[in-house]
C-alpha cells in the first residue's frame, strides 16, 4: 500500500472512533487535498437514521472547516474484509470539492483498489453543470 500508508492510519484511527452504536458498521475516511494536507473523519449515527453522517461527508467538512478546497484523494475503510464504497450522496460530495479525484476503496488488511471519481460517478453533475 505505498503511498497510501498515511492515509490508511488516519482513516483506520477514524474508523475507531466512529459512534455506530445501531449498525455496528464502524467507517472511517481520510482525504488528501491538493496541498498534501490530511484530513479524516468517521460515521456518526443518530436513533432518528436519516440524521447519521457518514466517514466521507465528515472528513469533507473538516477540510472545509481547515481551510481547503479540493480533494485530490480519499480513501475509505470499514470493517472486516470486504472493500466498501462511498454511497451515492458522499460520491455527488467528493466530485463537489475532487471531480478529477482518486478513490481508494481499502480494506482491513490494507488492501486497496483505486478508481477514478468519474468511473464510480459518470456524468455527475458538478458547480460546471450550472454555468450557463
Do not use: W
Not at 449498525?23 to 484530513?39: E, I, Y
Not at 466517514?55 to 472486516?80: Q, Y
Amino acid at each position: 500500500m505505498t503511498g497510501l500508508d498515511d492515509l490508511f492510519a488516519h482513516a483506520n484511527a477514524a474508523r475507531e472512533r466512529a459512534y455506530a452504536p445501531y449498525s455496528h458498521f464502524g467507517v472511517g475516511a481520510a482525504l488528501r487535498t491538493d496541498s498534501g494536507a490530511v484530513f479524516s473523519g468517521c460515521n456518526v449515527e443518530n436513533a432518528a437514521f436519516p440524521l447519521g453522517v457518514c466517514a466521507e461527508t465528515s472528513a469533507i467538512s473538516a477540510m472545509i472547516a481547515g481551510g481547503e478546497r479540493r480533494i485530490a484523494e480519499i480513501l475509505v475503510l470499514g470493517p472486516g474484509p470486504k472493500k466498501i464504497a462511498p454511497c451515492g450522496a458522499c460520491r455527488q460530495r467528493i466530485a463537489e470539492f475532487g471531480a478529477g479525484a482518486r478513490v481508494h476503496l481499502a480494506d482491513e488488511r490494507g488492501e486497496v483498489e483505486t478508481f477514478a471519481l468519474a468511473d464510480l460517478l459518470p456524468r455527475a453533475f458538478g458547480p460546471e453543470s450550472l454555468k450557463p
